[in-house]
């Protein structure tokens, strides 16, 4: 589907989801992708005023769960209360915000999971047929796909599960396995006969064909047509006993598969939510012809589960189907897929001992789109975007310009200093709008960070800190800072979505009621403002190599050591050895100036080099700096820096270079280049 512009008006009912996290674990980084990135939506629909909800549950059901009770020596309902409970914490403390977290093991979910089925029953979409399954005959069960382990029937790869080989990708039945082993008991499983209970999902052909023309993406539509062109097959939602789940009425020794009853979790939670709101109808958003809108937020895996059975089951039960499912790609760390030896398996726990949430919620941001591609965690752009974005940028326009309001009682002033200045913020309300709906959160950021870029660049060029020194200009000075708390305010309101513990504190500092939408365009003036506290702190490197190395899996031992030195060899707290001694007539002889970077680009066929035009005050040059690997061009326009401005000029192939950017690391990505402390200018010489 093309983007399209919705209006914000206030007007609409959204009912959004994210995909059930499985109660038999703990929340990682890698489900917290995705729970963000739903949380920033939910919470831009609530800002500008549209009636929103957004639910959840633990996925509670299923052979997994069974297992891992029996193995701690409690009941699947102890285990799956814990896991709720642990889990809960987890999403507190990153602040995704549900309006319900429910359960898939309630009250709710039986009964839907039941009407569902009996619908389907009632129409003739249920077929009953015996098939041949491996049994263990130790544990007396029949065993599920990912509970047999054996070597791949079509390259003989030993020790590969039942549905797939992770060395050839091959797909297969686990009765295909060559010399199968239960992975329950280690016993040789054999084969025995079961009825089971299949949904007839061909009957729905016609259907999810008119459903997909506007329920998903393009992208995701073509993947799913590629399955309806093959032809659908009968899907088997049954399991033999024993099992944790709800049985099937009148069956006995026979469950629901869980993936029939965790996505009508959905509906589960949304009632029990309705349960205890007065006002709110569960009718008004599930029944068929709702002008409501229902939103599912998944990860790429299991689009089929969300795209094919979902609708088909909602549809036969005379349900309304979902306006659209969003689905997104796989988390990496560093490239490469999460590993507990690296240390990059990062448990949310883990990450929350350790730093602030509101530094990857932002990062996701930064870097999301609509697009269904894996998102890479790279963690030293990590630390360098954080820092330049939100504390560097962002924070620094309100901790430049609070000491002088409060220095002068901290009311701000009666009068806006440049209102075209402001109106640009302001009539950028549309675009940011516009791409928080259409989920393309990077672009939001990037827009935000351009205006943050135009209000340092404004207080640069006032400098009210000079201003202030006298008193004739003491109340321009005043000006100048009640423009930038006002500019600051408006970027506080585009952001609040994706920080909204932040901006929470930025809301006690201005003294104002929780903003809103509305809120851009009525700028504070003669407002009294709060004592300014500091707002964030840069990421430290070392913090995140500190939570890398408790991340790292604790046996076996050789894997720990492993891991340690790829952490150590990435510190990059190491110094290198200092240099011979100069004279102070050798120092002085390099004129160091601070330069605004007026422009940075990508230069053709250069590998490391970035093309800089460098303001220095009276004078502007070119640089060709090695710090492509590092940043990326449009991060770098509008920052200040050091740079050697009397360097004799250098003749390379892509042009005249006249001086050089000054910066610290080791090289390739590991480099970070100085900035300047508020209150300097391009052209001070360093001394």
Same mark, same amino acid.
């Given at each position: 589907?093309? &983007?399209? /512009?919705?209006?914000?008006?206030?007007?609409?009912?959204?009912?959004?989801?994210?995909?059930?996290?499985?109660?038999?674990?703990?929340?990682?980084?890698?489900?917290?992708?995705?729970?963000?990135?739903?949380?920033?939506?939910?919470?831009?629909?609530?800002?500008?005023? $549209?009636?929103?909800?957004?639910?959840?549950?633990?996925?509670?059901?299923?052979? #997994?769960?069974?297992?891992?009770?029996?193995?701690?020596?409690?009941?699947?309902?102890?285990?799956?209360?814990?896991?709720?409970?642990?889990? &809960?914490?987890?999403?507190?403390?990153?602040?995704?915000? =549900?309006?319900?977290?429910?359960?898939?093991?309630?009250?709710?979910?039986?009964?839907?999971?039941?009407?569902?089925?009996?619908?389907?029953?009632?129409?003739?979409?249920?077929?009953?047929?015996?098939?041949?399954?491996?049994?263990?005959?130790?544990?007396?069960? =029949?065993?599920?796909?990912? =509970?047999?382990?054996?070597?791949?029937?079509?390259?003989?790869?030993?020790?590969?599960?039942?549905?797939?080989?992770?060395?050839?990708?091959?797909?297969?039945?686990?009765?295909?396995? /060559?010399?199968?082993?239960?992975?329950?008991?280690?016993?040789?499983?054999?084969?025995?006969?079961?009825?089971?209970?299949?949904?007839?999902?061909?009957?729905?052909?016609?259907?999810? /064909?008119?459903?997909?023309?506007?329920?998903?993406?393009?992208?995701?539509? $073509?993947?799913?047509?590629?399955?309806?062109?093959?032809?659908?097959?009968?899907?088997?939602?049954?399991?033999?006993? !024993?099992?944790?789940?709800? &049985?099937?009425?009148?069956? #006995?020794?026979?469950?629901?598969?869980?993936?029939?009853?965790? !996505?009508?979790?959905?509906?589960?939670?949304?009632?029990?939510?309705?349960?205890?709101?007065?006002?709110?109808?569960?009718?008004?958003?599930?029944?068929? %012809?709702?002008?409501?809108?229902?939103?599912?937020?998944?990860?790429? +895996?299991?689009?089929?589960?969300?795209?094919?059975?979902?609708?088909?089951?909602?549809?036969?039960?005379?349900?309304?189907?979902?306006? &659209?499912?969003?689905?997104?790609?796989?988390?990496?760390? *560093?490239?490469?897929?999460?590993?507990?030896?690296?240390?990059?398996?990062?448990?949310?726990?883990?990450?929350?001992?350790?730093?602030?949430?509101?530094?990857?919620?932002?990062?996701?941001?930064?870097?999301?789109? $609509?697009?269904?591609?894996?998102?890479?965690?790279?963690?030293?752009?990590?630390?360098?975007?954080?820092?330049?974005?939100?504390?560097?940028?962002?924070?620094?326009?309100?901790?430049?310009?609070?000491?002088?309001?409060?220095?002068?009682?901290?009311?701000?002033?009666?009068?806006?200093?440049?209102?075209?200045?402001?109106?640009?913020?302001?009539?950028?309300?549309?675009?940011?709008?516009?791409?928080?709906? *259409?989920?393309?959160?990077?672009?939001?950021?990037?827009?935000?960070?351009?205006?943050?870029?135009?209000?340092?660049?404004?207080?640069?060029?006032?400098? #009210?800190?000079?201003?202030?020194?006298?008193?004739?200009?003491?109340?321009?000075?005043?000006?100048?800072?009640?423009? %930038?708390? *006002?500019?600051?305010?408006?970027?506080?309101?585009?952001?609040?979505?994706?920080?909204?513990?932040?901006?929470? *504190?930025?809301?006690?500092?201005?003294?104002?009621?929780?903003?809103?939408?509305?809120?851009?365009?009525?700028?504070?003036?003669?407002?009294?403002?709060?004592?300014?506290?500091?707002?964030?702190?840069?990421?430290?490197?070392?913090?995140?190599?500190?939570?890398?190395?408790?991340?790292?899996?604790?046996?076996?031992?050789?894997?720990?050591?492993?891991?340690?030195?790829?952490?150590?060899?990435? +510190?990059?707290?190491?110094?290198?050895?200092?240099?011979?001694?100069?004279?102070?007539?050798? =120092?002085?002889?390099?004129?160091?100036?601070?330069?605004?970077?007026?422009?940075?680009?990508?230069?053709?066929?250069?590998?490391?080099?970035?093309?800089?035009?460098?303001?220095?005050?009276?004078?502007?040059?070119?640089?060709?700096?090695?710090?492509?690997?590092?940043?990326?061009?449009?991060?770098?326009?509008?920052?200040?820096?050091?740079?050697?401005?009397?360097?004799?000029?250098?003749?390379?192939?892509?042009?005249?270079?006249?001086?050089?950017?000054?910066?610290?690391?080791?090289?390739?990505?590991?480099?970070?280049?100085? $900035?300047?402390?508020?209150?300097?200018?391009?052209?001070?010489?360093?001394?």
């Amino acid at each position: 589907m093309s &983007q399209q /512009k919705i209006p914000s008006n206030g007007n609409r009912r959204i009912l959004i989801t994210s995909a059930l996290p499985y109660a038999n674990g703990p929340i990682h980084i890698g489900h917290m992708l995705e729970y963000v990135q739903t949380d920033i939506w939910s919470r831009f629909q609530k800002l500008v005023g $549209n009636e929103c909800y957004y639910v959840c549950a633990d996925d509670t059901h299923g052979t #997994p769960i069974m297992l891992s009770a029996q193995k701690q020596n409690i009941t699947p309902e102890e285990l799956i209360a814990k896991s709720h409970a642990d889990h &809960q914490k987890d999403f507190d403390g990153f602040n995704v915000q =549900f309006d319900n977290f429910h359960s898939t093991h309630s009250p709710e979910n039986k009964f839907f999971t039941e009407q569902v089925y009996n619908q389907l029953l009632a129409k003739g979409h249920i077929a009953k047929r015996t098939i041949n399954q491996l049994y263990d005959p130790e544990k007396n069960m =029949f065993l599920p796909d990912r =509970f047999v382990k054996g070597e791949c029937p079509k390259c003989g790869s030993a020790d590969q599960y039942g549905d797939n080989c992770d060395v050839c990708s091959a797909t297969y039945s686990p009765v295909e396995l /060559k010399n199968p082993k239960s992975a329950v008991s280690g016993s040789t499983p054999i084969l025995k006969d079961s009825e089971h209970f299949f949904v007839k999902l061909q009957d729905f052909e016609s259907m999810l /064909k008119q459903w997909l023309l506007t329920g998903v993406s393009q992208q995701i539509a $073509n993947k799913l047509n590629e399955w309806l062109e093959v032809g659908l097959q009968e899907w088997d939602i049954s399991r033999d006993a !024993p099992y944790f789940g709800y &049985q099937i009425p009148n069956e #006995p020794n026979k469950f629901f598969y869980v993936w029939l009853d965790a !996505p009508i979790g959905y509906m589960a939670s949304f009632k029990n939510l309705c349960d205890k709101t007065p006002g709110l109808e569960f009718d008004d958003f599930w029944n068929k %012809g709702s002008d409501a809108e229902l939103y599912h937020f998944i990860g790429k +895996d299991i689009i089929n589960f969300h795209c094919l059975f979902w609708p088909a089951c909602l549809s036969a039960a005379d349900y309304r189907t979902p306006t &659209q499912v969003f689905a997104h790609g796989f988390l990496t760390v *560093n490239g490469t897929k999460m590993s507990k030896s690296k240390g990059t398996f990062i448990k949310a726990s883990t990450y929350l001992n350790h730093l602030n949430p509101e530094y990857l919620r932002y990062y996701f941001a930064a870097k999301l789109s $609509n697009k269904v591609d894996d998102f890479d965690l790279n963690l030293e752009d990590f630390v360098q975007r954080v820092n330049s974005d939100l504390v560097n940028k962002y924070v620094n326009i309100a901790s430049r310009c609070a000491k002088l309001v409060q220095k002068s009682g901290g009311e701000m002033h009666a009068e806006i200093d440049q209102p075209e200045l402001l109106k640009q913020f302001q009539d950028t309300a549309e675009e940011i709008s516009l791409n928080y709906e *259409n989920r393309e959160y990077s672009k939001a950021t990037k827009a935000i960070m351009l205006l943050a870029d135009k209000a340092n660049t404004y207080i640069d060029e006032k400098a #009210p800190w000079t201003l202030a020194k006298s008193e004739d200009t003491a109340d321009e000075a005043l000006k100048v800072c009640s423009m %930038g708390i *006002n500019l600051f305010r408006i970027l506080s309101i585009y952001l609040k979505p994706v920080l909204p513990a932040l901006v929470s *504190n930025v809301e006690a500092f201005l003294n104002t009621a929780p903003l809103s939408w509305q809120d851009i365009n009525q700028p504070l003036l003669a407002h009294q403002l709060n004592k300014f506290k500091p707002l964030m702190k840069r990421v430290d490197i070392k913090q995140v190599e500190v939570m890398v190395a408790s991340s790292v899996e604790a046996a076996p031992s050789k894997k720990k050591n492993k891991a340690s030195k790829e952490v150590k060899k990435n +510190d990059l707290s190491k110094v290198e050895p200092i240099k011979p001694e100069i004279q102070f007539e050798d =120092f002085d002889k390099i004129d160091l100036r601070l330069a605004r970077i007026v422009s940075a680009e990508h230069v053709e066929g250069a590998d490391k080099l970035l093309r800089l035009k460098l303001d220095i005050g009276a004078d502007e040059k070119q640089v060709f700096a090695g710090i492509k690997s590092a940043y990326a061009p449009e991060d770098l326009v509008g920052r200040l820096t050091v740079m050697v401005a009397n360097l004799a000029p250098r003749k390379m192939r892509f042009g005249l270079s006249e001086g050089m950017v000054l910066a610290a690391g080791p090289g390739g990505s590991d480099l970070w280049i100085l $900035n300047p402390d508020e209150g300097s200018k391009p052209g001070m010489r360093v001394k």
